[in-house]
């Protein structure tokens, strides 16, 4: 039976990006059903739409699996983050980031394989804002829940005891933020216990931060608030390679949205330059997540074997193959099984 999953292909190189990762798909074997909506972002407002049509989430809610490809959101003006209202529209309070290192991509750190669990709808993206025209003072709200620390941190442990990871970390700022990350790391160390059988610590954001720009190796799964997941997970990335071949997913209690999590490029569009990877090793995730276990294994080894051999890669990382060669070799690898 196939999967049902909504495809959104987003805009820039984001339909160059998920033709190229179609195809690695499509060589596994496993059969999808795709909802494809083409409109979304930018393509849907130059259309007269609503950036978010309302079909994209119903499509979604619909399938439970999304796969999404990178979407622009302008600064400071036009429309509010498509990216964001999908994650709060569909509660997918747990952004998962893998950082892991790629054969021969040259990086500070050779030996890095951690992941970053960010609380997804909480903390100060909650948008709780208030502005002060007349004394010109802005505040916004940095909302922590019990309900919502409780969520995310239990998921972080539950995935690091199903994948076989040894260490939680959780990241705050108590010493200062007493309140709102305070009773974040209440909840970790009422929850920790309940884990015997992994190793529990925390740190403190900045030096969390210091300790994983010159320790990597040393965490395995790190879990945190939104703004300093936002932060760390980005810091991860640029410690294997950047965001460009960095996996991401949105994950709630009924609804999971897979997405590359660099940015549209749209000065790139159309020219054949874009690196699929990011959105290849998402897919890895969205496997796993559907249970399609071999076939995920399958494309990690294929990606992997692509970088390791570095003889047909993008330009970015070093080679010099289209997007649409890249993913030929990378399919080829799947259907061969190397």
């Known amino acids: ?11 820039g190189i984001g339909p160059e990006v998920m033709d190229a990762t179609l ?15 083409e409109e979304i972002g930018t393509a849907a407002v130059e259309a007269g739409r609503e950036a978010l049509p309302a079909k994209v989430l119903d499509s979604i809610r619909e399938n439970g699996v999304a796969l999404k490809g990178p979407v622009s959101t302008p600064v400071g003006e036009g429309f509010s983050s498509v990216n964001v209202a999908i994650r709060q529209a569909l509660d997918l309070y747990a952004n998962v980031r893998p950082c892991r290192n790629l054969p021969r991509l040259e990086t500070p750190f050779d030996d890095v394989d951690l992941i970053i669990f960010r609380e ?12 002060d025209e007349r004394l010109q003072i802005a505040d916004s709200i940095a909302r922590v829940t019990r309900a919502g620390s409780e969520r995310i941190i239990r998921f972080c442990f539950e995935y690091a ?7 939680v970390t959780l990241a705050h700022k108590a010493n200062i933020l007493r309140s709102s ?11 920790a216990p309940d884990y ?36 760390l997970s980005d810091l991860g990335a640029g410690l294997v390679g950047g965001l460009g071949v960095t996996a991401g997913a949105n994950i709630g209690d009924d609804e999971a ?9 749209p000065n790139i569009a159309g020219e054949g330059k874009a690196n699929p990877t990011a959105l290849m090793r998402t897919v890895v995730m969205m496997l796993e997540h ?9 494309v990690s080894e294929a990606v992997r074997g692509a970088y390791r051999d570095g003889e047909v890669l993008t330009a970015d990382v070093g080679g010099s193959a289209s997007t649409g060669e890249f993913a030929a070799h990378v399919a080829e690898r799947v259907g061969r099984g190397a």
């Open 23 to 37: 195809e690695v798909l499509d060589a596994t074997g496993v059969d999808f059903a795709w909802d494809r909506i």
């Open 196 to 231: 015997p059988d992994i190793e529990y610590e925390d740190k403190i954001v900045d030096n969390m931060a210091m300790q994983m720009a010159m320790y990597p190796s040393e965490y395995d799964c790190v879990v945190t608030t939104n703004l300093f997941g936002d932060i």
């Open 1 to 11: 039976m196939a999967h049902r999953v909504t495809l959104l292909p987003g805009d």
């Open 120 to 131: 997804n709808t909480e903390g100060l993206y909650s948008g709780v804002e208030n502005f």
């Open 290 to 298: 559907l249970g399609e276990n071999e076939a995920a294994q399958s």
């Open 161 to 167: 005891r199903s994948h076989g990871r040894n260490k």
């Open 181 to 191: 990350t305070g009773l974040f790391l209440e909840v970790g160390e009422e929850i």
């Open 257 to 265: 949205v897979f997405e590359a999590v660099h940015g549209s490029a």
